[in-house]
Structure formats: C-alpha cells, structure tokens
C-alpha cells in the first residue's frame, strides 16, 4: 500500500538551529501538508501546499518556517531558528484531491523534533 | 467559524460499545472525518461523512446530522487494541482541521 515517508525519525538540536524536516507523500497525490502535534495535544495544522505553492497557513506558520518542493518527490519543512517551543512530532501528510469523495489524508510515521 | 468539540475523555468497559461525539461550527462545511491515534503513532483514517446518516464500517459507525451540526463515531465491542485518541476533522478551504481529540480508555 502506498505510504508518506518521513526523515529523520527523531532529531535533536540546539535552540536557535536549522532544521530541515523531510517527506515523500503519495505519487499520486495532489495536496500536501504539514501539522504539528505537541505532546499529549491535538493535530495543529502548518501548512497547505499544492500546484507548487503554498494554498494555506497558520498562525503557526511564521516567518522561521518555509516549505519546499524541490523536485518531483519530496516536501520539506525548514525551521530557520528553532526555538524550545517547537519542540513538537512534526506530520506530514497528503491527500489525492480535494473535494474528490472521502478526504483521507495519510500521514507520514512523523518526525519527533526536540530543541534543546 | 472552523472549530471542532469533542469530549478530552470518555471510558467504556471492553466489550462495550461507545459513542463519541464532535459538535462543529457550519460555515463551508463538506464532511465529517474520523482518526484514530495511537499513542506514539500518527493518525490513520477511520470514517467519513459527507451526508446525513451512519456509515459502517465493521466495528466501527460514524454519524452525521448536519441540520445539528454533529456527528459520532460509534464502536462496538470494543477490544483493548481500540485504546487510542480518536479525532474528528473537517474539510476548510483547502486543509484538513481537527478536534482536540478524545482519549478513549477501555477497562477490562
């Protein structure tokens, strides 16, 4: 069955770091996305991205966030200067099509993130 | 108006059937999702509604009423494996909302 794939599975850095956040959604898919989940918190949506641009964002999503689709397959999310409070698992997702039916978004396995 | 109420808790013995509810506010409303969470996990699909009334899907039914607003995931005979944090989530504009989710605990 087809899956989103995200690297790294955990990585630690020191505040004030950049970081970079990778994923391989579905081939086939259409809408990419980026949520975040603070532990023991609800799935907080980042980020909307289709047709090669960003579609929507968050409050979350300020000026020390970017994301990226540099080639056919991958999605990044960059963190220019991370700070202790996003520390958070990091979920990438992506959906066929939107208003196609079901929204079944599949998620990625997820990227812990801890900013020391 | 995009938010998503859901209870933070409920518990239900195993072999029981729980209902779970999600209240949301209407304003471009397309469907009513379902997640399920693992702790440790990420979520995964469960149910939706797109149209008033139960969908099933083995175990597991979900509801929807959009003259009130709300939808339910209804699980029967619940097994210990279906401790988990389920999440309702909605369709807005071009992304995917959710609930603040409802940590489900199963007593033997």
């Known amino acids: 069955e087809p899956e989103v794939t995200q690297t790294p599975s955990h990585q630690v850095t020191q505040m004030g770091q950049e970081v970079i956040l990778r994923c391989v959604p579905i081939?086939?898919?259409?809408?990419f996305y980026w949520y975040r989940q603070i532990l023991g918190q609800k799935v907080e949506f980042l980020v909307s991205?289709?047709?090669?641009?960003?579609?929507?964002k968050s409050e979350i999503f300020d000026d020390q966030f970017s994301v990226e689709r540099p080639d056919g397959s991958n999605f990044t999310l960059k963190i220019r200067s991370t700070k202790l409070e996003d520390s958070a698992m990091y979920f990438c997702?992506?959906?066929?099509?939107?208003?196609?039916?079901?929204?079944?978004?599949?998620f990625g396995a997820g990227s812990r993130l801890t900013v020391l | 108006g995009q938010s998503l109420e859901q209870p933070s808790e409920v518990t239900a013995v195993e072999g029981a059937i729980v209902q779970i509810n999600c209240t949301y506010q209407?304003?471009?409303?397309?469907?009513l999702s379902w997640y399920q969470q693992h702790d440790g996990g990420a979520p995964t699909f469960l149910s939706y509604?797109?149209?008033?009334g139960l969908e099933e899907t083995g175990r597991f039914s979900s509801f929807l009423s959009r003259s009130d607003s709300y939808g339910y995931l209804l699980l029967q005979e619940l097994q210990m494996k279906d401790s988990a944090s389920y999440f309702c989530?909605?369709?807005?504009?071009?992304?995917?909302?959710f609930g603040k989710g409802t940590r489900l605990h199963i007593l033997p």
């Open positions: 997702a992506s959906l066929p099509g939107v208003r196609s039916g079901a929204n079944v978004l599949t």
């Open positions: 081939s086939n898919h259409l809408y």
């Open positions: 991205f289709y047709n090669n641009e960003i579609s929507e």
């Open positions: 209407t304003s471009g409303f397309y469907g």
């Open positions: 509604n797109a149209l008033d």
């Open positions: 989530a909605r369709l807005k504009d071009d992304k995917i909302i």
